[in-house]
């Protein structure tokens, strides 16, 4: 199994900070962010990865990063769904409220893609678009690496890692398999 972290492309901001924080989410990608994403798809049709599905945070960049990929990438009838479990300030089900981070997160969004009709255990490739610092979180827990290890994580970059299993990347097995970077795909790693 594959799957595919990459943060949002560039979004458009307010000029009240106060405003932007608080349209955050309604805010679409600027043509920078379009831009920068157009060119992650080639990166990524470069090293032949086609995600099944596309789960993105419920921010509207986000799904928009989502859907420029899916139509460089993928065929139109393949899904771009938004999950809570990836979208920020999300605290997690009310069983894990103050312990939400790593595996819990992983756990959570694998349940919710359940719900939405997308089983992560049937899937060969999939896509999370999603922010910092959940992004790299998640790394870290999949791949069994410290945070650190994927700070400055940068608008539409993100890695391309491999399991056997989502169980496998539960238990911290994932391997890095490429970094997609502005700086062009680094390649197999």
Known sequence: MKIVMLRHGTRQREDDPDCDEHLEKLLPLSSQGQLEVRERALDLKGLEIS??????????????????????????????????????????????????????????????????RKNLRELDTVAFILHQPRLQQLLATMTSQGETQFSGIKYSEGFCIRAESIEAFLRGQGVVEAHVTSERTSGRV
Request: with cysteine; charged share 20%; proline share 5%.
């Open 51 to 116: 995600p099944d599905v596309y789960l993105t945070s419920c921010f509207l960049h986000s799904r928009q990063t989502g859907e420029i990929l899916r139509d460089t990438l993928s065929h139109a009838s393949v899904d771009v769904v938004e999950l809570c479990t990836l979208t920020p300030h999300y605290q997690g089900p009310r069983g894990s409220r103050g312990n939400w981070r790593g595996v819990q997160m992983l756990e959570g969004i694998t349940q919710e893609s359940n719900f939405k």
